[in-house]
């Protein structure tokens, strides 16, 4: 499906009154809400081809008519799930608002989706990353103070470049993080990070800024703040330059970040308090990673998974 701003999605009134139940006391993201206004404009369309508006009563079989499209578009399952998810809230609110009478999703089983684990890096990888060499450029400071605070702080990639002067707090050594649903949490930074973030402050931001004034905390020769996009680029640029031939992403460091503390023997709690999940269940899936990699020695490593010999040497 082709983009459509948000101004041309023309939808229903009783949608955008969802829409702000989900953002006002839902506590959803922006983002995550303007992505559930585009599944529900794609909801809309395919039912206007049925001559029905998103609000009027629907047979199940529009719908299997609609999930059929949805495969036929070579959609991530992660973006069928949250499309799905999306018309799952819409049709329990319009129950709740009375509007129908009975979800006409509930005659539809879907399957589960398979637990996907996160991609981590190892922590040889991570070190590697983190002390490349520094080359003669104030950037390349400036990089490796915001990947090292990325990785000790466990950061999603928006939280790291919206960060600004008033959340660092040096003499505590924390972050006071926004994150989700503008969801507050305090956040450790590590010795080695907040010396580097020390040195960012008094010498590279001043040269990086000249003349120019603002609050935001990494910035770049223009004296403004980055972009994900162009912090994602400079995180691929020095994974290349230190060997990791691996897919990354600053959310593979932040998975990381987790892996590595549950390895290292922090509590459950405590990972998802740093990370900022609202639900425990989010950050199980970590313990999954932890047991998936005990599996794999386990198999490498244990005697008996060897097939047994045969008196003359062969294998039996």
């Known amino acids: 499906m082709p983009a459509i701003s948000p101004s041309a999605m023309l939808l229903d009134p009783l949608v955008e009154r969802y829409l702000t139940q989900l953002r006002v006391e839902g506590g959803l993201a922006t983002n995550t809400v303007e992505a559930y206004r ?82 981590t890096l190892t922590r040889p990888e991570v070190t590697a990353l983190l002390e490349l060499p520094v080359r003669d450029r104030v950037e390349d400071q400036r990089d490796q103070a915001m990947l090292e ?17 008033s959340q660092v707090d040096l003499n505590l050594g924390c972050l006071r993080v926004v994150g989700k649903g503008d969801k507050e949490r305090m956040v450790p930074m590590g010795q080695t990070a907040r010396d580097l973030l020390c040195d960012y402050l008094d010498h590279i ?54 892996t590595h503390l549950l390895e290292g023997g922090a509590d459950l709690r405590a990972v998802q308090t740093m990370l900022g999940h609202a639900d425990i269940a989010t950050t199980q899936i970590y313990t999954h990673v932890e047991r998936s990699r005990l599996k794999h020695v386990h198999r490498k490593f244990f005697p008996r998974q060897l097939k047994r010999r045969g008196s003359d040497g062969t294998q039996a």
Request: glycine share 6%; no cysteine; charged share 25%.
């Open 149 to 165: 605070l990325l990785y000790a702080s466990g950061l999603r990639v928006s939280e790291l470049v919206g960060l600004t002067l």
């Open 38 to 119: 585009r599944d529900l404009f794609r909801l809309q369309q395919h039912l206007r081809t049925h001559r029905l508006g998103i609000s009027d009563v629907v047979s199940s079989s529009v719908l299997r008519s609609f999930l059929a499209a949805l495969k036929q578009e070579s959609l991530a399952s992660s973006s069928v799930a949250r499309i799905l998810s999306a018309i799952r809230g819409w049709y329990r609110f319009l129950v709740q608002e009375r509007v129908l009478s009975g979800s006409p999703l509930r005659e539809i089983a879907v399957a589960r989706r398979p637990v996907r684990l996160p991609r």
């Open 205 to 258: 931001r001043p040269v990086l800024l000249k003349q120019s004034s603002t609050r935001v905390l990494f910035v770049s020769r223009r004296g403004q703040g980055l972009t994900r996009q162009a912090f994602w680029k400079l995180l691929r640029q020095r994974a290349r330059r230190a060997g990791i031939t691996k897919s990354i992403s600053p959310h593979v460091l932040r998975h990381s970040f987790a």
